[in-house]
C-alpha cells in the first residue's frame, strides 16, 4: 500500500522556522512529482508547492514564494519543506501528496495524500 | 487569478441523488478531479479524468463533464457520504492548479 506520513508540524512564533517532512512507504517515491497543499481548518484546499522527480524542478504558490523551500532525499524516500519567516496566514495543515501523471506542464490527481500536520504561528 | 466555483452546500434525504457542480471557464480544456475529505481526515481521490472513479471508490460515485461545467453525482447516498468534496483542475495554459472552494454534503 502506498502511504505518505508526516512528521514535524506544530507551534512557531512569527518569524520563525519549521520543517515539515513527508516519508514514503510502500513506493518508490523517487520516480514522482511530489506535492504540498494546505488548508485552513474548516476551509479550501491551496496548493503550496511541488518538485520534479529529480528535484531539478521546483515551483512555488506566490504566497510562500522566497520564503519555503521544497526539497527530497530520495535515498530516504522522504519529501521536505522548509517554511521560513512564517507568519499567522501561514498557520494550516499542511499535506503532502503524490502526482504520479504530473508534469512540468501537467496536472493531474493527487493521490494519496499524507496524513496532514498542523502548523500554528502565534505569539 | 483562475478560480473553480462550487456551492457551498448541498442537501439530500439518504438514498437520493446528490449533484455537486464545479465550474470554471477552462474546465472544457483541462480535466478534473474530486476529493472527499471527512472531518479530520485527509482528502482521498474519488473521481480523476472528469469521469473515471479512483480505486476502492462505489460505483454509486460517478463524474461528468459539459462546457465549463463538471459534476459529481453521487447516487442513492448513504449517511457515510456526508463529508466535503472539493474539485481540482488546472488554468487553461495547465500553469498552475486551483482547487474549488468546497462543498458539504449534507444527508439528512
Known amino acids: 500500500e502506498m502511504q505518505l506520513v508526516q512528521s514535524g508540524g506544530g507551534l512557531v512564533q512569527p518569524g520563525g522556522s519549521l520543517r515539515l517532512s513527508c516519508a514514503a512507504s510502500?513506493?518508490?517515491?523517487?520516480?514522482?512529482?511530489m506535492h504540498w497543499v494546505r488548508q485552513v481548518p474548516g476551509k479550501g484546499l491551496v496548493w503550496v508547492s511541488r518538485i520534479n522527480s529529480d528535484a531539478r524542478t521546483t515551483s512555488y504558490a506566490d504566497s510562500v514564494k522566497g520564503r519555503f523551500t521544497i526539497s527530497r532525499d530520495n535515498a530516504k524516500n522522504t519529501l521536505y519543506l522548509q517554511m521560513n519567516s512564517l507568519t499567522v496566514e501561514d498557520t494550516a495543515i499542511y499535506y503532502c501528496a503524490l502526482c504520479r501523471y504530473c508534469s512540468r506542464t501537467t496536472w493531474d490527481r493527487f493521490d494519496p495524500w499524507g496524513q496532514g500536520i498542523l502548523v500554528t504561528v502565534s505569539s | 487569478s483562475y478560480t473553480l466555483t462550487q456551492p457551498p452546500s448541498v442537501s439530500v434525504s439518504p438514498g437520493q441523488t446528490a449533484r455537486i457542480t464545479c465550474s470554471g471557464d477552462a474546465l472544457p480544456n483541462q480535466f478534473a478531479f474530486w476529493y472527499q475529505q471527512k472531518p479530520g481526515q485527509a482528502p482521498e481521490l474519488v473521481i480523476y479524468k472528469d469521469s473515471e472513479r479512483s480505486s476502492g471508490i462505489p460505483e454509486r460515485f460517478s463524474g461528468s463533464s459539459a462546457g465549463t461545467t463538471v459534476t459529481l453525482t453521487i447516487s442513492g447516498v448513504q449517511a457515510e457520504d456526508e463529508a466535503d468534496y472539493f474539485c481540482q483542475s488546472a488554468d487553461t495554459t495547465g500553469s498552475y492548479v486551483v482547487f474549488g472552494g468546497g462543498t458539504k454534503l449534507t444527508v439528512l
Open positions: 510502500g513506493f518508490n517515491m523517487s520516480f514522482y512529482w
